[in-house]
């Protein structure tokens, strides 16, 4: 079965500080890579998603994610945080042939202080 | 639009008690799903529904039942509740077959005694 590795639990930093967060997933396949976002008390919404093309993809509110499809991996950057990035970021993963169903990471608190 | 709506926001259950939990989009998706969140789990899919008339066990199914009632609803059912259930419940939709961004609802959190 296919998993989805993020490499970190809990993140703290401070406000204009650089955030990368890592994803790594099994499949050796095609895949629809995303990240979700969940702040506090809401529900998730998607921050970006790579189905093909320019493997460098960005998102809302400053962010992206690169592709890296020899290292299986789709990390999440921001050059400058601000507070309000404080919230729970998840990757997730569809096999390319399992038609909708999405494989979450275990999350990623992150933290971001004034 | 109201997107995906779930019932109850809250709701606390004793061991052994039943519940249904509602899902409804008005998104025109075809796509139906049901997840928990623990913490350090991230969501883990319970079941889905492809389209209308269809339902299928995803990860964690055990304990659980899923009714397709049309294709704005999306119902899901725990019969006997147990501790281990005890969860934040996220239902989502999706639309066309090479669009899999996911629209999730408020989640649902259950506490069972």
């Known amino acids: 079965a296919q998993s989805v590795s993020q490499h970190n639990h809990h993140v703290i930093l401070s406000e204009a500080a650089s955030l990368e967060l890592g994803c790594n997933y099994s499949y050796g396949g095609t895949v629809n890579l995303f990240w979700y976002v969940q702040y506090p008390g809401q529900h998730l919404q998607l921050l970006l998603k790579y189905f093909s093309g320019d493997p460098l993809v960005k998102g809302i509110k400053g962010f992206e994610a690169e592709f890296i499809k020899s290292k299986f991996s789709f990390n999440l950057r921001k050059p400058s945080v601000q507070w309000s990035d404080t919230a729970e970021y998840f990757c997730?993963?569809?096999?390319?042939?399992?038609?909708?169903?999405?494989?979450f990471g275990a999350g990623t608190q992150v933290v971001v202080t004034p | 639009n109201a997107g995906v709506t779930q019932t109850p926001k809250f709701q606390v259950l004793k061991t052994g008690q039943s519940m249904t939990l509602q899902c409804a989009q008005d998104?025109?998706?075809?796509?139906m799903y049901w997840y928990r969140q623990d913490p350090g789990m991230g969501l883990r899919l319970i079941y889905y529904?492809?389209?209308?008339?269809?339902?299928d066990k995803g990860e964690v199914p055990n304990g659980y039942n899923v009714s397709r009632l049309n294709k704005r609803e999306f119902s899901l059912r725990l019969e006997s509740a147990a501790p281990s259930q005890t969860s934040v419940y996220f239902c989502a939709s999706n639309g066309l077959a090479g669009d899999n961004e996911q629209f999730f609802g408020p989640g649902t959190r259950l506490t069972v005694l």
């Open positions: 997730a993963v569809n096999e390319g042939d399992s038609w909708g169903k999405l494989q």
């Open positions: 998104m025109n998706h075809n796509s």
């Open positions: 529904s492809a389209s209308e008339g269809t339902t």
